[in-house]
């Protein structure tokens, strides 16, 4: 006779029939340790004794309570680690958002920071102005983290710009020379300014960006956002790799929704962060009051606005910045060859292709037009007179592409001198 422990192991269960516990009972014992699995149907105490009888005990339903225990355990563990995959995810969430919270707050505090230098020195320190060094007495170059202001007035002689030539329902002209607004119509409107968004969005990239040559592969986000929302596009390939140089061009010359998107991608890692910075530039240039933009390509937005007085001054900066120049006066540019287009896109500044055999008083050397239905046609050009005047027309509402051409034809011509 043998006497044993209680065991989740049915295996190790004595068959024989002889069985005496440590008691010398012949049957076996309770211990404080075992869990009752069963309903009470599996044991009988057939003498009394308070005890189960191992005879009638069911080795068949106690397999199918250990089955059912092992399967609610590993459930319950699987529970147990999708919880903490959860907890964790929703951490990393919450210290990201914090992340990017400060490092925005940051930003325009810097911001606000150099606003208020600027705001309390008595003249304002132009890019290429010199000053002197009160120490050394020698002329230094000023800073190029000095922004230029733009602002322009009405000139005495200001004319209206309008007549039966003319379909554009907002307009302005300024002499870059005089800063004065000498052409105007109802210039102060708030406009949609639809793909003239674009000159902020290569200004804005320009001076954040110091490798132009630099590759980027266009991601499918960039040709799925064109797509998408019905934008131009310059037809790039999803994975095509091109330079940063192409992403510009093909923002200003095709429009293209696919370039302006992955420029914008590529410049701040993501639109929100992009459309934060194309904001800080509208403020920095002093025109927050009037200007706010939801996008860096000029999808219609209630939110999404300015005036053409304000896209004067966005043109202006553009114009002074020497890539942004170089790029809003190409007629024509070839991207970079690739896999996907061996012989590279050709694309082309219609607007200034249509007006360069016309009649203006003078040479249209950049431009950028625009279209959405709530905007009609629209278009932002800066030109030199014949006389080698300055000057930057912008207009808006007007009810075809040719007609808003032929409106700066007209305001060129006849507005200038």
Same mark, same amino acid.
């Given at each position: *006779? ?8 049915? +295996? ?65 563990? @699987? /529970? ?25 707050? *940051?930003? @325009? ?11 309390? $020195?008595?003249?304002? !320190? =132009? ?18 983290? !000095?922004? @230029? ?7 005495? %002689? ?5 007549? &039966?030539? =003319? ?30 968004? @674009? ?22 986000? $960039?040709? &799925? ?32 929704? +696919? ?8 410049? $701040? ?7 934060? /910075? *194309? ?35 966005? /043109? %202006?900066?553009? =114009? ?6 170089? !790029? ?19 694309? #082309? ?7 360069? &055999? ?21 278009? !932002?050009?800066? $030109?030199? #007179? ?27 011509? %006849?507005?200038?001198?």
């Amino acid at each position: *006779m043998k006497e044993y422990e209680n065991t989740d192991n049915i +295996d190790n269960l004595p068959e024989e029939d002889g069985v005496v516990s440590a008691s010398g009972s012949g049957i076996r014992e309770k211990t404080e340790t075992e869990i009752d699995l069963n309903d009470g149907s599996e044991y009988e105490d057939t003498d009394g004794s308070g005890t189960e009888d191992v005879d009638v005990y069911d080795r068949e339903r106690w397999q199918k309570k250990l089955a059912a225990m092992k399967r609610e355990k590993i459930r319950r563990q @699987k /529970m147990f680690r999708l919880a903490r995959i959860g907890i964790t995810l929703g951490v990393l969430l919450i210290a990201g958002t914090v992340f990017f919270s400060v490092r925005h707050a *940051m930003g @325009k505090s810097s911001g606000d920071d150099a606003d208020i230098d600027q705001d309390v $020195a008595e003249e304002p !320190v =132009m890019l290429t102005e010199l000053r002197e060094d009160p120490e050394t007495e020698e002329p230094v170059k000023a800073s190029s983290s !000095v922004t @230029k202001h733009y602002s322009y007035t009405e000139a005495d %002689n200001c004319e209206l710009l309008g007549g &039966d030539n =003319m379909t554009s329902a907002n307009a302005i002209l300024v002499n870059l020379n005089t800063n004065e607004i000498v052409g105007q119509r109802d210039y102060r409107a708030r406009i949609v300014p639809a793909s003239m968004t @674009k000159v902020l969005t290569v200004l804005v990239a320009a001076e954040n960006i110091e490798d132009y040559n630099d590759p980027v592969t266009i991601t499918i986000e $960039a040709t &799925d956002y064109a797509y998408s929302n019905d934008c131009s596009s310059v037809g790039f390939a999803e994975n095509e790799v091109v330079t940063v140089e192409d992403l510009f061009y093909g923002t200003i010359l095709s429009s293209g929704g +696919d370039a302006a998107y992955q420029l914008a991608l590529y410049t $701040a890692g993501s639109m929100d962060a992009f459309i934060d /910075m *194309m904001n800080d530039k509208l403020d920095e240039l002093g025109l927050a009051g009037s200007a706010h933009f939801t996008n860096c390509v000029g999808l219609y937005d209630e939110n999404h606005y300015c005036t053409v007085y304000d896209l004067a001054v966005i /043109m %202006n900066a553009a =114009m002074d910045n020497e890539f942004c120049r170089k !790029v809003l006066s190409a007629h024509q540019y070839t991207t970079s060859c690739t896999e996907q287009h061996p012989e590279g896109i050709t694309i #082309s500044n219609w607007f200034l292709r249509r007006i360069e &055999d016309k009649d203006t008083g003078g040479e249209v050397i950049g431009a950028k037009t625009g279209f959405v239905v709530q905007s009609k046609n629209c278009a !932002v050009s800066y $030109a030199e #007179s014949n006389t080698g005047v300055p000057y930057i027309c912008v207009t808006a509402s007007a009810h075809s592409a040719w007609r808003c051409i032929y409106d700066h034809v007209d305001i060129y011509k %006849n507005h200038t001198n």
